[in-house]
């Protein structure tokens, strides 16, 4: 069904390595120019540089490239330039991830950026371009030992709350245990076999994305959908989880100031749990005892990816114009923030 074979050759992985990976990972990525993008003269302001380098020319005027005034060059754990495929991005980011999930771990896979900048094209994919999501769903099939169940929830938060997309958007609430587990209580799981079933129930869900109250569509770069799949043993014991998370547009964490009040509301929420996001994978570096999840519905969900066995992947998605270099330095700085491998560095333009 259009997604293809995994290409990648097994390779002898063993706990030891597996520790050896890294709990977070910061990548970028930068989307082609658009075809309306190059004719109608725009200017393409981002340059990938080896491996991990991204280095953006800061124009005087946002829409005049006529002078720049600085270079920014930021350095992630990976850059991806426009040529890669889905594909290629996949087995940077989340392969590696896979076998951990398969042997019990939580991996969380976060897309950040501004609304045009990929994130869906990353997540979801297109008919041509498969996501992550059916990507990692295609091995972790291939990887079930007999017995063992994959389940799917699929979920958006939108303004604070959250709206089973499996069930007719039904409201979900978020429950802590004694023991602090979260859970999701009444959200809807659904067992499947194979990807065709993990396909269909995502298109099923993403069909429900983003209704508002007045049961207009509303625009779904306001929420964070949030997609689930447990692995499970013959006894429904859980095992290993991963998520992805396509997260509501982060220009929309600007809308504080709108003249509309329900904009501005969502802004804020989108404000906060963008900001809540980043303190929450930053405390998982430093290793903090305290990790403020409680702070946003998205992070309280997620508490899982913030502590114990977890692994978290972001992937940054940019847009390569001028059009947008106020936003993409902020993505990069959010990105660098998350994980500081190395401060933004200037150099001025004479
Ligand atoms: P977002 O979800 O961040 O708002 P989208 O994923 O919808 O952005 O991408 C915006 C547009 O750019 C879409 O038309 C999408 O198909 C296209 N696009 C994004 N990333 C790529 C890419 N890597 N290669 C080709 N087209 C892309
Ligand atoms: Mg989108």
Known sequence: ????????????????????????????????????????????????????????????????????????????????????????????????????????????????????????YTMMGTDNAPGLYMLGARDIVNMLQPGHKIWISYFEIYCGQLFDLLNKRKRLHVRENQFGKVCVTGRMETEVKDLRGVMKVVENGNRLRSTGVTGVNADSSRSHAVIQMDVRDNQEEQLGRISFIDLAGSERAADVMDTDKQTRHEGAEINTSLLALKECIRSIDQEKSHTPFRQSKLTHVLKESFTGDSKTCMIANISP????????????????????????????IK
Request: glycine content about 6%; overall charge neutral.
């Open 1 to 120: 069904y259009g997604v293809p074979k995994s290409k990648s050759k097994s390779k002898p992985t063993n706990a030891a390595s597996l520790d050896g990976m890294d709990r977070i990972k910061v990548c970028v990525r930068t989307r082609p120019m658009m075809q309306w993008e190059r004719e109608t003269g725009t200017k393409d302001i981002v340059e990938i540089h080896g491996r991990d380098g991204v280095v953006i020319m800061e124009p005087k005027v946002a829409l005049d490239t006529s002078h720049y005034t600085q270079q920014h060059t930021f350095r992630f754990d990976e850059a991806f330039h426009e040529e890669l495929s889905n594909e290629d991005v996949y087995r940077k980011t989340i392969e590696p991830l896979v076998e951990f999930v398969m042997k019990g771990g939580k991996a969380t896979c976060f897309a950040y950026g501004q609304t045009g900048a990929g994130k869906s």
């Open 321 to 348: 114009t001028n059009l947008s270099s106020e936003h993409t330095l902020n993505t990069l700085r959010y990105a660098d923030r998350v994980k500081e491998l190395q401060t933004d560095i200037k150099e001025s």
